[in-house]
C-alpha cells in the first residue's frame, strides 16, 4: 500500500511537472547562436558592426540641445549617458500604471524628450530609434531583466496568447516558428528562438536598425498578415512576452541579424 | 520531428481558439471552387481544371508564388536554399494518390488539425487577420493548385 502511495505521488509530481514545465523549460538562446560565423564577427567589431551607427546618431541626438529650452537629455543623465543605470535599462519594457500599463524604452525616452521640450516624433521615428539603440547599448552586457510578478504576470500571459495565435495567408503562430522549429532552415535562414535580448538590431536584409516591434511587425509581414499598429496593446503585449522569454539573456544591442 | 512535452502542450494551446482577435469580415470570392474532403482525399480536381506540371515545377519554387522550397526540399537541380520545416517531397507520389495529395495542397488541416502547412487555397474565410493585399484571396488560384499537383504526381 505504501509503495503504491509513494509510486503514486512520484507519479502524479512527475505529472505535475511535465504538464507545468513552462515551455521555457527549453534554455533560452540569443540569436547569436543561430546566426553566420560571419555575422558573429561583424557584431563583435565596433568598427564593422552597422549598428554603431546608430548607437553614434543616438550619443548626438542625446547631446543635441533643443531649440525651445537649450536642454539636452545629457544634461540629467550625462554626456554619455553615465548617470544611467544600465539595470534599470535591462528591465525594459516596464510596468506604469500613471502611463498606461506597459511602457517600452522608446516610450521612455520620449516622456523625457518631452519634458525638456523636444519636438514631439511618431513612435518608431528614426531619431527615436536612434537614441533608443543608444541608451539600450549602454546596458551591453547586462541581462534582460523583464518583470515577470505583479500586474506584469497578466500582461505576459495575454501576449503569449497572442504569440500562439495563427496569423496571414500563412496561417501559422510565432510559436511554430520560434518554439518548434528553432534550428530549422525556412529558405536558406536558420530559424532562431526570436529572443529580443539583441534589439534593436542592425538587419543586413533590409539594411535598417530595427527595434523589436518593428522585427515582429515584419515577421508579421512575412506571414501575410496585417501588422500590429506601432501603438497598438497587441504589440506591446507581443514585445513584452518576447522580452519576457530572454530574461537573462545578456543584452547585445546592437545585435547584426540576417 | 520528435515532440517534446512541453512543445506538445504548445501545440494543444494553439489550438485552443483565442476570441476577440479576428476582425473577420472577408467575403467568399465568386470564384472560389468548393471542395469535398472525403476518406482523407479531394477526389475532383478543384473547378474542373486540367493541371499543368511544368507550370507547378515553377509554382513550388517560385517564393511569390507556392514558396513550397521555403519549407520543404524539392528534386529540382541548381536550388540549394530550401527549407527543413517539412518534410521532403521526393517521391510523394510514390507514398500518396493524386486524391490524397490534393487535400494535403488545398488545406491539409482537415487531415491534421495542428499542421502548420499553409493551407493554399483555404476558405478565405478561415484566415486570421490576412495582410490587405490578402484580404479575400486563396494563397493559390485553383489553377495554379491544379498545376502544383499535375507536378508533384510526376514525383514517383
Known amino acids: 500500500m505504501i509503495v503504491i502511495k509513494r509510486s503514486f505521488i512520484l507519479l502524479s509530481g512527475l505529472l505535475l511537472a511535465i504538464t507545468t514545465c513552462p ?234 541579424r540576417y | 520531428m520528435s515532440l517534446r512535452a512541453g512543445q506538445f502542450i504548445l501545440l494543444l494551446v494553439a489550438l485552443a481558439p483565442v476570441t476577440g482577435m479576428t476582425e473577420n469580415a472577408v467575403a467568399l470570392p465568386d470564384n472560389y471552387c468548393s471542395w469535398e474532403v472525403k476518406d482523407y482525399a479531394i477526389e475532383e480536381p478543384l473547378c474542373g481544371l486540367d493541371g499543368d506540371a511544368l507550370r507547378g515545377k515553377q509554382i513550388v519554387s517560385d517564393s511569390n508564388l507556392g514558396n513550397c522550397l521555403a519549407c520543404h526540399q524539392l528534386p529540382i537541380p541548381g536550388i540549394e536554399a530550401y527549407g527543413t520545416i517539412g518534410p521532403p517531397l521526393q517521391g510523394i507520389a510514390s507514398r500518396y494518390t493524386e486524391a490524397q495529395i490534393r487535400v494535403r495542397i488545398v488545406d491539409t488541416r482537415n487531415i491534421n488539425p495542428m499542421s502548420i502547412m499553409p493551407g493554399f487555397y483555404r476558405d478565405p474565410r478561415l484566415i486570421n487577420r490576412p495582410g490587405k493585399p490578402y484580404r479575400g484571396k486563396t494563397f493559390l488560384t485553383a489553377q495554379q493548385v491544379e498545376d502544383v499537383i499535375a507536378y508533384l504526381v510526376t514525383l514517383k
Do not use: W
Open chain 1, 23 to 256: 515551455l521555457l523549460a527549453e534554455e533560452a538562446k540569443s540569436g547569436y547562436e543561430y546566426i553566420k560565423p560571419a555575422t558573429r564577427a561583424m557584431q563583435d567589431d565596433d568598427f564593422e558592426n552597422p549598428g554603431m551607427l546608430s548607437v553614434e546618431r543616438g550619443l548626438e541626438l542625446f547631446n543635441e540641445k533643443q531649440d525651445s529650452t537649450g536642454k539636452a537629455c545629457s544634461d540629467c543623465h550625462g554626456a554619455d549617458a553615465q548617470k544611467m543605470n544600465p539595470q534599470s535599462i535591462a528591465r525594459y519594457p516596464v510596468y506604469d500604471e500613471n502611463r498606461g500599463g506597459i511602457v517600452t524604452l522608446q516610450k521612455s525616452i520620449s516622456y523625457c524628450r518631452n519634458n525638456i521640450g523636444s519636438r514631439a516624433l511618431p513612435t518608431n521615428h528614426p531619431d527615436l530609434v536612434a537614441l533608443e539603440t543608444f541608451v539600450r547599448n549602454r546596458a551591453h552586457g547586462e541581462a534582460v531583466n523583464v518583470q515577470v510578478d505583479g500586474p506584469m504576470a497578466t500582461l505576459i500571459d495575454k501576449g503569449e496568447k497572442i504569440y500562439q495565435t495563427r496569423f496571414g495567408l500563412i496561417d501559422m503562430s510565432c510559436s511554430h516558428c520560434h518554439s518548434l522549429y528553432p534550428g530549422q532552415m525556412i529558405r536558406g535562414q536558420k530559424i532562431s528562438q526570436g529572443q529580443g535580448n539583441g534589439f534593436p538590431a542592425y538587419r543586413l536584409d533590409i539594411g535598417e536598425i530595427t527595434n523589436l516591434h518593428q522585427r515582429i511587425q515584419q515577421c508579421l509581414t512575412l506571414m501575410r498578415a496585417e501588422p500590429f499598429d506601432a501603438d497598438s496593446e497587441e504589440i506591446k503585449l507581443l514585445g513584452l512576452y518576447v522580452m519576457s522569454r530572454s530574461n537573462g539573456l545578456s543584452i547585445e544591442t546592437p545585435a547584426v
